[in-house]
């Protein structure tokens, strides 16, 4: 999946729809164990998609949560000279 993606724009991109799938897993498993509401329920069900069909808008929702692990990353981890290569905003 992300060996296909440029390398500028696969780190966050790749993070944005890991945490999409993420989403995915933990909403459905929310939505057949709690008492949800019915219109909450049929909200996400037009979000249980693949990441790249979602709309840019909707996409902006992970990529915030990506970039809070790429704030991590660059505060713990990886030097930002290394990382800057590989993030594209």
Known sequence: M???LPIRWSLREWLAE???R????W???LAKTENLSEERV???KKLWIPYEKLSENDKDFDRVWADK???ILTTFLIPDYILSRY???
């Open 69 to 71: 692990v790429i704030e």
């Open 42 to 44: 049929k909200r996400w």
């Open 22 to 25: 993420q989403w995915i897993e």
């Open 18 to 20: 890991l945490e999409h």
């Open 2 to 4: 992300v060996a296909n």
């Open 27 to 29: 909403s459905k498993n």
């Open 87 to 89: 993030v594209k905003k």
